[in-house]
């Protein structure tokens, strides 16, 4: 159901939104486009909370806007940016400069909800639901507007989802006003904050694992084929989708999967989770 049937508040709140945008654009980080476009969304809608990042390939997401107390902010933002980024269907979404309005479930492989990350991190955030609007740059930056239902307010109904997805191109020509010059330095095109060489990162952004897979000299512990593996187990995929994706027999995956867990000395999904953390950063920041 539609928070607000009176018309008049919405306007009003969506013309103190474009002002706000308008601000933001001639005075970057004067702070008030983030909360005026939540006031315009909670005309249309409930929603919890609220957090905005922005994505460029594989570096970690600045937060442009949020709405949690620290103790939340820990999980929702600063444990996010530590390494679970990576794993997030939001995240691979954005790099692949989807413009539009998605719910997490959309987005999410088939095995996310059983995966390690999902027990692991994201069932820690207590959510029943996160949608989110996505709004490439020109810049390279993705930027994504997650709004956020928790367990005790239950998933948006259909008429909600279907109001906000009709508000989707407002949305994005808001956000592009408002932080259309928004930069993030991506490591992975080999070049620092000003033009300096950086170490190569992957190319795709979605190999989350490929820096992560060397030994103490430097050498590859795993083939190409098999990081592509590890970056969709991580992610949530099950072996029927990995071999859909991946042009291979559940068969064939399954083997991979074998020789993965005796390279990384490991003998479960599970292992591979931790590895992931321990090599990643994530456990820096519980």
């Not at 308008?22 to 970057?28: C, I, Q, Y």
């Not at 020109?138 to 259909?158: C, I, N, Q, W, Y």
Request: hydrophobic share 40%; aromatic share 10%.
């Amino acid at each position: 159901m539609v928070v607000s049937r009176d018309r008049t508040k919405p306007m009003a709140a969506l013309a103190a939104a474009i002002d706000a945008a308008r601000e933001e654009a001639e005075s970057p980080g004067c702070g008030r486009f983030g909360p005026a476009l939540l006031a315009w969304l909670s005309q249309i809608t409930h929603f919890d909370h609220s957090v905005t990042f922005a994505y460029r390939g594989i570096a970690r997401p600045p937060c442009l806007f949020e709405t949690f107390n620290p103790a939340e902010s820990h999980i929702f933002v600063a444990l996010y940016q530590e390494g679970p980024y990576r794993l997030d269907p939001f995240y691979q979404t954005a790099v692949e400069r989807r413009a539009g309005f998605w719910r997490m479930r959309e987005l999410a492989p088939d095995r996310f909800y059983a995966s390690e990350y999902f027990r692991t991190y994201y069932e820690k955030t207590g959510l029943a639901e996160e949608v989110g609007f996505f709004v490439p740059l020109e810049s390279g930056v993705t930027v994504v507007v997650s709004l956020m239902r928790l367990d005790k307010s239950k998933a948006f109904s259909a008429v909600q989802i279907r109001a906000l997805r009709e508000l989707s191109p407002v949305v994005l020509s808001l956000v592009r006003l408002a932080w259309g010059n928004i930069a993030v330095d991506d490591p992975s095109n080999g070049q620092g904050v000003n033009g300096d060489h950086t170490q190569s990162e992957p190319d795709n952004p979605s190999q989350i694992s490929a820096l992560l897979t060397t030994d103490e000299d430097g050498n590859p512990l795993l083939t190409p084929r098999e990081i592509e593996v590890v970056d969709l187990v991580l992610k949530g995929h099950s072996s029927d989708s990995i071999a859909a994706l991946l042009g291979m027999t559940p068969g064939t995956v399954k083997v991979h999967r074998r020789n993965i867990y005796r390279k990384l000395h490991i003998r479960s999904q599970a292992e591979l989770f931790a590895w992931f953390v321990a090599n990643s950063g994530m456990a820096k920041g519980e």
